[in-house]
């Protein structure tokens, strides 16, 4: 087994056909499926299903590719830490949900060090790559929330991805509206109220759990919902349909892709515990220790 094989798997099950796959890949189809077959005799199992209607994974090979990717993931870091043009950089990645917070500590420890030479990555993304990124190395620390509706299945998560929370803030349930919308000028405002408008909520498009969600309230039954996995867009849609969104409260009024946003006080409780989360055990670089250093500034829970 090696790794170009493993990257081979991830390509097929990625593809509709072998010939798919080869394309990409950039080798032959009969190279490509010999490859396969190999590492399946090698295994002792059948990774793909071959019919004439095309390939599907099997049980195991499902369990498999789980495997490969982790193992694919963690040798791209390697060769970008060892292999790249940049190793002679320094280095840091977080991986956050939403929150402004978490961007301002990123560029204040840019700020604090002024590295000669660095490349530093913060990946705003979806609540299972957060927890994936810290699990697998690709960053030092994540920003993540739960809120009653999803605590269980976080906290099953963190266990098993052998990671640590810990909380910064409590927040209370807002919706968050245009600033011309008719509810604007509420002080507080119920679920029931905004029937009649979309509700836009980031789509976390992993189709496996919609408790990963990171808005409050995940397990409403919302009449009329738009995804959107982009922020700009997001705010669009809220400002053109006159919908909302449900966040924490947090806006911040130097942020122009926020500006024109406001936010109303949900009737409707389930508070959010944001925090952040680190590899149990993990010796944490001088920038990730930083970083937490300066995510201090924004606590409201004493332990």
Not at 100 to 129: G, M, Q, Y
Not at 136 to 164: F, P
Request: include cysteine; glycine fraction near 6%; aromatic fraction near 10%.
């Amino acid at each position: 087994m090696n790794m170009n094989q493993l990257k081979y798997v991830l390509e097929v099950a990625a593809s509709s056909s072998m010939r798919e796959a080869a394309t990409k890949l950039f080798v032959t189809q009969p190279a490509l499926s010999a490859s396969i077959r190999e590492l399946e005799e090698e295994l002792g199992i059948l990774i793909f299903n071959r019919t004439n209607k095309g390939i599907s994974l099997t049980p195991e090979g499902s369990e498999f590719l789980v495997y490969a990717k982790r193992s694919v993931g963690q040798y791209a870091i390697l060769e970008d830490r060892y292999l790249s043009a940049n190793r002679d950089r320094e280095r840091f990645s977080v991986s956050t949900q939403h929150y402004n917070f978490a961007i301002r500590s990123f560029t204040e420890v840019i700020r604090k060090f002024k590295p000669e030479k660095f490349l530093f990555s913060i990946h705003e993304t979806k609540t299972r790559d957060v927890l994936k990124h810290v699990r697998d190395m690709k960053s030092e620390v994540g920003i993540v929330s739960y809120s009653s509706a999803n605590e269980g299945v976080i906290r099953k998560l963190l266990k098993e991805y052998q990671l640590e929370f810990v909380p910064l803030m409590i927040r209370e349930t807002y919706a968050y509206v245009w600033k011309d919308h008719p509810l604007a000028g509420r002080t507080t405002i119920s679920l029931k109220d905004l029937k009649d408008y979309p509700c836009v909520s980031f789509d976390q498009s992993d189709g496996s759990n919609f408790y990963l969600t990171e808005e409050a309230i995940a397990d409403y039954d919302f009449e009329k919902m738009i995804r959107s996995d982009d922020r700009a867009t997001t705010m669009e849609i809220i400002a053109e349909l006159n919908g909302y969104s449900i966040g924490s409260g947090m806006l911040a009024g130097d942020d122009v892709i926020l500006q024109g946003l406001v936010s109303v006080k949900l009737e409707e409780e389930d508070p959010l515990i944001i925090g952040y989360i680190t590899r149990s055990g993990a010796e944490l670089s001088v920038y990730g220790k930083e970083y937490i250093a300066d995510l201090q500034r924004f606590r409201e829970i004493t332990e």
